[in-house]
C-alpha cells in the first residue's frame, strides 16, 4: 500500500495551495480519507476527512471555511484545497487511510495507512 502526497511548498500568507494524495495497493473506495497535519514542535492534528462515498466531509474548526477535501475513487486521490492560509498552517501534511472508522472525526491511533508527509510553509 502507498499513499503520496503531492502539492505542498511556500506561499504568503493569504495565498492558496492545492495538496493531493495518490494511492495505490488498496480498495480506495473502503476508506474514509482523512488529512492530519503536524507543525513544528507540535503534536499531529486532525484537519479534516471525506467519507467513502466523497459525500460528506469534516473539518477541525480550525481550519473550517478556508479548506476543502475531495476523492475521486476512479482515480484513488484525495485532495486538501487550502485557502486563506495563515503562518499558522505551517506544518507537514499527512494523508491518511482508515477502513473502519464509523466517523469522518478519524483518530490518528486507528489509521490504517499513511503517506510520507509533504511541507506547506506560509509566510507572513
Known amino acids: 500500500v502507498q499513499l503520496q502526497a503531492s502539492g505542498g511548498g511556500l506561499v504568503q500568507a493569504g495565498g492558496s495551495l492545492r495538496l493531493s494524495c495518490a494511492a495505490s495497493g488498496l480498495a480506495f473506495r473502503n476508506y474514509v480519507m482523512g488529512w492530519f497535519r503536524q507543525a513544528p514542535g507540535k503534536e499531529r492534528e486532525f484537519v479534516g476527512a471525506v467519507s467513502r462515498g466523497g459525500d460528506s466531509t469534516v473539518y477541525a474548526d480550525s481550519v473550517k471555511g478556508r479548506f476543502a477535501i475531495g476523492r475521486n475513487n476512479a482515480e484513488n486521490t484525495v485532495f486538501l484545497q487550502m485557502h486563506g492560509l495563515k503562518p499558522e498552517d505551517t506544518a507537514v501534511y499527512y494523508c491518511?487511510?482508515?477502513?473502519?472508522?464509523?466517523?469522518?472525526?478519524?483518530?490518528?491511533?486507528?489509521?490504517?495507512?499513511w503517506g510520507p508527509g509533504t511541507l506547506v510553509t506560509v509566510s507572513s
Open positions: 491518511a487511510a482508515d477502513w473502519s472508522a464509523r466517523s469522518l472525526l478519524l483518530d490518528e491511533n486507528h489509521i490504517d495507512y
